[in-house]
């Protein structure tokens, strides 16, 4: 069960794709239109819709960032027999030891 919200979390942190997708077509569907009207300017436009890009695809790529990191970060879990408890007589401290097994 917690496995499959796990995987639940990673998909939803993916839609931010569908907006980076949306601003993309947009981009280039405008440019399209203005080299219809002025294709003197064609240049010019292409460099500013080449900004445009980029920073559609920023919001993209930091979506699916956010979604692997979700998914792996979720994948290292210290069990509770893992963790090890030292309480002293000054300071409370908890101690995490990783047991490897090969």
């Known amino acids: 069960m917690l496995q499959a919200a796990k995987y639940i979390g990673a998909g939803l942190a993916c839609s931010g794709l569908i907006g980076a997708g949306a601003g993309i077509g947009t981009v280039f569907g405008s440019l399209i239109l203005a ?11 292409f460099s500013f819709a080449i900004l445009g890009f ?3 695809e920023a ?12 998914r ?19 300071t409370i401290e ?3 030891v ?5």
């Open 35 to 45: 080299v219809a009207r002025n294709p003197q300017l064609r240049a010019q436009l």
């Open 54 to 56: 980029a920073l559609a």
């Open 59 to 70: 919001t993209g790529l930091f979506a699916l960032m956010m979604a692997f990191v979700r």
């Open 72 to 90: 792996l970060a979720c994948n290292y879990q210290i069990s509770k027999a893992d963790r090890e408890l030292m309480i002293n007589s000054d």
């Open 94 to 96: 908890v101690r995490y």
């Open 98 to 102: 990783r047991k490897t097994e090969y």
